[in-house]
């Protein structure tokens, strides 16, 4: 195994690949790290053949990270799942073991599940939350990760809010292309003049797409949500109209500001990006994870949902789920298992039902 540890790229743009590129070199730098750290200590510990010894053992014990044809010590998802998962684990004759240590493994496990396998484009503000919990880690275990992801971190908060625009595009040594021919007129349709179908929206918390209305609505003290005149848009509102306005605003957009479309479709600015928040009727029943995640981690222990920071406990909301899970939850209540093979919607809780406060 080599002991050269990857360098952190910086994303030149909030794009998806720009921010996966943040994203994966971060994570695999700091597998590296991990893998030369345990390395060095375990290969005296243990035996040159340590890591062999413990695939072999996991394997058999059918543990889900060493079931693949091929393991990799600087893999950082079996170094953390080995490390917060299994108390006999070689990583905690390395790492301190300290609840809070284990407590950001599972973290940080568990969001690389979450990029890995959610449909949806990460934000700037999700990578930079993944690196603060990047950098968590690393000062709890002494770790250079701590110092060199902070570059990252002010790459992507200068990202979000405009400061960094980005460098240069390079420059081609290509000839110009050829003008594109002229567009012909489009053919004459039987739509009314001035109506155009809706254009299609993303998942609820995704980035807005299609013109964004001028009209911006606010929420009252007293929880209604008005436009600038102060006339309530409830009547407009199907449902749980409560709830809907909750869910709305849980994201805290900008200015405690909405706007809503002609198709029902409200949206607002959340870290520096149009987002879509929610609907005025239903929500599509397609979606299992509606809005945005909240700044919470549990796992399912001894048959309860425990919260990984505080070590408060309640009941599972009617569901059977396996010891292990780590679960996250969004600001519409959906209840969402992470693991090494996906994610999905376990359940779907309130505000009432669910720890007090985590929802708002």
Do not use: C
């Amino acid at each position: 195994m080599s002991d050269v540890i990857r360098p952190i790229e910086l994303p030149e743009s909030k794009s998806y690949g720009e921010l996966m590129k943040g994203f994966f070199t971060l994570w695999r730098s700091l597998g590296d790290e991990l893998a030369a750290v345990a390395s060095e200590t375990l290969e005296l510990v243990r035996g040159p053949h340590w890591f062999q010894d413990l695939v072999a053992k996991r394997k058999e014990q059918k543990a889900p990270p060493f079931q693949g044809w091929h393991q990799d010590p600087r893999d950082l998802s079996i170094i953390l799942g080995d490390y917060a998962r299994e108390y006999d684990s070689p990583y905690r004759q390395v790492l301190s073991g300290t609840p809070a240590s284990t407590a950001a493994a599972k973290k940080l496990q568990s969001t690389r599940n979450l990029w890995v396998h959610a449909t949806e484009d990460p934000s700037a503000a999700e990578l930079r939350d993944f690196v603060k919990l990047v950098v968590e880690f690393g000062k709890l275990e002494n770790l250079s990760i701590a110092g060199r992801a902070v570059p990252l971190g002010k790459r992507l908060e200068r990202l979000i809010t405009g400061q960094y625009q980005g460098g240069r595009a390079p420059q081609s040594s290509a000839p110009p292309a050829a003008a594109a021919p002229p567009i012909p007129p489009a053919s004459p349709t039987t739509d009314t003049p001035g109506e155009s179908a809706p254009p299609p929206r993303p998942r609820i918390g995704g980035l807005w797409v299609g013109p964004i209305p001028p009209e911006r609505y606010t929420r009252t003290r007293f929880g209604d949500v008005v436009d600038a005149e102060g006339k309530s848009v409830t009547s407009r509102v199907s449902g749980d109209v409560e709830e809907r306005y909750r869910a709305w605003f849980a994201a805290h957009p900008l200015d405690d500001r909405v706007w809503i479309a002609e198709d029902g479709a409200v949206g607002g600015y959340v870290a520096g990006d149009a987002r879509l928040l929610g609907w005025t009727e239903a929500d599509p029943a397609d979606e299992w994870a509606r809005g945005f995640y909240t700044p919470h981690w549990y796992e399912v222990i001894a048959g309860r949902i425990v919260d990984i920071d505080t070590g408060a406990s309640r009941d599972l909301p009617g569901v059977d789920i396996a010891d292990g899970t780590i679960l996250r939850v969004t600001t519409y209540g959906d209840l969402i298992a992470l693991d090494d093979s996906g994610n999905g919607r376990v359940a779907v809780v309130t505000p009432a039902t669910w720890f007090p406060g985590h929802l708002g």
